[in-house]
Every structure is written in C-alpha cells, then in structure tokens.
C-alpha cells in the first residue's frame, strides 16, 4: 500500500510541476506560443526526471489508460493515478490563482481558439494525443530509458507549437480540467477530457498493430535466410 502512495504522491507532484510551470510559461511569455510550447515541453522533462523513476512519469489520464489496456497498470492504480493526477493539476491552477489572482487562471485554460467547435476540438486533442502516446509507448518498450525523457518532452514541445493557435493544445485531460475548475469555466471541456482519452485507447491499438507488422516482417526475414541457407 505505501508503494501505491508513493506513486500516487509521484503522479500528483508530476503534475504540479507539468502544470504549474506551463501556466507560469503562458503568463510571463506574454502569449508567444514557442515559449509556451517549449515550458510545457521542458516542465515535462523534468517531472519525468523528478519523479518518472517512481510511478512511471505518466502525468497524463490519457497516458494511464493507454497502460491500463496494454497491462501494464492494475485498474486500482490507474484510478489511484488519475486522482491523484487531477489533484496536482487542481494544486498547480490553485497556487496560480493563489499569487495571481483568479483572472490569471483564466488566461491558462485551453480554448478553441480557432472556432471550430467541440467536435472538431475532440478530434485534433484525440489526434495529437495519439501521437504523443504512440511515441511514449515506442520510446519506453524499446529501450530507450536515457533518451525517453528528452524525446517525450520534445514531442509535446512540437505538438503544442502545432495546436496552441487552434485547441489551446490540452492534449491531457486534467491540463484541461484543473485551471477550468478554479477558473469555473468549463467551455467545451468534454471535449478536452474525451478527446485525449480516445487518443490514448488509439494509441494503444496503432502500436500493437505496427509492432505485429514488424514481427511479420521480421519472420519473412528469418524463413528466407533459412531458405536460402
């Protein structure tokens, strides 16, 4: 049970961290999406490094689901991590509004800032969600551990660079959620909620489908070496 807690308290601090510097970016940048694409991309980085070693550095609803499907996370965790997940991004907005003022929390939750409406919203967070996904579940099964911080965090650099102008780049649910409930504005937020979650279900069966491509292809190989040998 206390490893379970401890975990728990790693996915809470995770994103405070995440949250709470890519607020900190939006305010003091002034708007300019590199700035805010690069302090969420580089708050992500170091929350894995922080606390990655401990829960696995999800950070993300949307991630602990994919984990859920493929097995590597027992549903009891994954609600434990998802609690505690929504408690730091609730924690991060809160201290914002705390030094800031509630005015300032407005200024950090996602919008549509393209016009496009809720559905076309879901469709782009699930999307980009699926790409960030799709590459912590490559990075992490491949053996990657001293380069999957670095990559992970670049990739939600680039993704917010793309989506910033149009979705507000939420690409996690509790992104979305946190600043929306201590900002009480709750515009479109099923979108950002059920968006990345699909994304990260989506993810899950992309991967399991190119990696049996690949051990096809790797079998093809195999039989004509033999054949030949």
Request: proline share 3%; net charge negative.
């Amino acid at each position: 049970m206390t490893g379970s807690l401890n975990k728990y308290l790693a996915e809470l601090l995770g994103v405070f961290v995440l949250i709470g510097v890519g607020s900190m970016a939006i305010l003091s940048s002034g708007g300019n999406i590199v700035a805010i694409s690069f302090g969420f991309g580089l708050a992500l980085l170091i929350a894995i490094q922080m606390f990655g070693s401990v829960s696995g550095g999800h950070y993300n609803p949307a991630v602990t689901l994919a984990q859920l499907i493929r097995g590597e996370i027992a549903l009891a965790d994954a609600v434990g991590y998802m609690v505690a997940q929504l408690a730091g991004a609730i924690l991060a907005a809160g201290l914002v509004a705390a030094a800031l003022g509630v005015s300032a929390v407005e200024s950090t939750v996602v919008g549509d800032g393209a016009g496009l409406g809720g559905v076309w919203v879901l469709a782009l967070e699930a999307l980009f969600t699926a790409f960030l996904v799709l590459v912590i579940i490559r990075v992490t099964s491949e053996g990657s551990a001293a380069t999957a911080p670095v990559v992970i965090g670049l990739t939600l650099a680039v993704i917010h660079l793309a989506l910033v102008p149009v979705t507000g780049a939420s690409v996690n649910p509790v992104r979305s959620l946190g600043p929306a409930i201590v900002a009480a504005d709750y515009t479109d937020v099923w979108a950002y909620i059920i968006g990345p979650l699909v994304g990260g279900a989506v993810a899950v069966y992309v991967s399991r489908f190119v990696s049996a491509d690949d051990t096809g292809a790797e079998d093809s190989m195999a039989e004509a070496a033999e054949t030949d040998a």
